[in-house]
């Protein structure tokens, strides 16, 4: 339950071009944690939520806990189901968590298996 890839510019503006999608390295993630500088990765995707966090259900609070980090685990704990959450996750998008320099890209970074109807159920 991914959300697509590249789906142009972050919800408070990019110098970058439209549609341009950015790689983020887990340092250059890692200083985005900030209430005026907040992103996150969930399943190897990077989202600025930074405009969004006022916004959000859970509090501010949430977000910046998660601020500068693959939040994956943690997301998923919180949005069992997910459908209802990609719509307006997506409009954050802003690049792909970068790979390490030299390491292989298939087992670069650390993944979640997609979630299963079986762990769906249990949720």
Do not use: I
């Not at 999608?21 to 944690?33: D, H, I, R």
């Not at 209430?35 to 989202?47: F, I, N, Q, T």
């Amino acid at each position: 339950m991914c959300v697509a890839a590249a789906r142009g510019l972050r919800a408070r503006g990019d110098k970058r071009a439209k549609g341009a999608k950015a790689e983020w390295t887990l340092a250059e993630l890692g200083a985005s944690n900030t209430p005026a500088d907040l992103k996150l990765a969930v399943r190897g995707s990077v989202y600025d939520l930074t405009a969004f966090a006022d916004r959000h259900p859970g509090g501010r609070t949430m977000l910046l806990l998660a601020a500068g980090r693959d939040a994956t685990e943690l997301f998923e704990s919180y949005h069992p189901d997910t459908s209802l959450v990609e719509p307006v996750l997506a409009k954050y998008e802003v690049g792909a968590l970068a790979a390490p320099e030299g390491a292989p890209p298939a087992d670069a970074l650390p993944t979640y298996p997609p979630v299963t109807p079986f762990y769906a159920e249990l949720k």
